[in-house]
Structure formats: C-alpha cells, structure tokens
C-alpha cells in the first residue's frame, strides 16, 4: 500500500469518526440520553475491535480489513475478533482466504444489492490453528452454485434462500 493509498484510508476513518462524532452531538442536543449511551457503547466496541485487529500483528490481513470498506462499493464488512489473537504466523494465509472468499461472492452478486458481512476471528481447536467465520446477508444469484465453489475451495458454507451466506474457514 503506497502513500496516497495510506492518504485515503486515513481520510475514510476520519470521515467515518466525524460522522459518529455528529451523531453523539445530535443525540445529546436532543436529549436522547439511551440514543447516546448506545452510540458511545457502540463507538467503543468498534475502538476495542479495531485494537485487537491492529495489535494481532498480521499487517497485510490488517490493512485488507480496514481498507475493506472503503475500496468495494457493494459490500460492507465488519469484523470481530473474540479475544486477544496473535496473526502473525497466518497473515498472508488470512489475506488470500479472504480475497477468495470475495473473489467467488463477486461472481454471484446482484446489480445494485448492499452485502452487508461480519467477520469472527477466534483460536482453534489447536494452538496454531486460527477459525474464521463470516456471515453475509445479502441477495446472491446461483446460490447453490456459490455454494457448491465455497465446498470445493474446502470452505464449510450454508446459504439460506439465496439471501444469507455463512463460511467457515480454518487455517492452520
């Protein structure tokens, strides 16, 4: 990722702080005290996630989730990370899984449609094995196709009614 890359990641997370910021001043000027303390807990638990993703220590996987959002139009991912996860050992394991994974949605997506993700991060069974789970909701053209091309990569995968994905994923 070069400079102005780097210029325009920065750019999209203050865009985005400014707009949480606008919405805590719209909240405490109306008095929505509950409206506001969600908002706050909210803003936390994005900081909270956003800290465990910065300190998992897979650079490569970091900058593809926190540039996610902002270089594809039609899909809206969030992540979570269930405890304190050291990456290192996975992070360009993680990265290609995850471009794949798009890469395959991508070729079943419809014109116009908000694919709106989650993705968990957790400790396998192993030390040394890393669990990924991604939840997409969202209307999917040939899903039994998607499905089928997610089974053959080795991906565990359920799609309901074309309209929700779910993935697993181990890495090891």
Not at 77 to 105: C, Q
Not at 128 to 143: A, D, L, P, Q, Y
Request: glycine share 6%; aromatic share 8%; charged share 35%.
């Amino acid at each position: 990722m070069g400079e102005k890359e780097i210029i325009a990641l920065l750019r999209h997370k203050r865009h985005d702080w400014m707009n949480q910021i606008q919405l805590i001043q719209g909240y405490a000027s109306l008095g929505k005290q509950e409206r506001l303390m969600d908002q706050i807990g909210q803003i936390k638990e994005e900081a909270e996630q956003e800290r465990r993703l910065l300190n998992s220590r897979a650079p490569h996987f970091t900058l593809w989730m926190l540039s996610f959002n902002h270089d594809v139009d039609q899909f809206r991912l969030r992540y979570e990370l269930k405890e304190e996860i050291d990456l290192s050992r996975h992070d360009l394991d993680l990265l290609a899984n995850g471009r794949r994974l798009f890469e395959l949605m991508e070729d079943h997506k419809t014109d116009g449609e908000l694919y709106e993700g989650t993705v968990t991060l957790y400790k396998g069974d192993q030390p040394t094995v890393i669990g990924m789970s991604w939840e997409w909701e969202g209307t999917f053209r040939n899903g039994n196709e998607l499905k089928k091309k997610l089974d053959e990569v080795g991906y565990i995968s359920t799609i309901f009614e074309d309209q929700e994905l779910s993935v697993e994923m181990t890495i090891e």
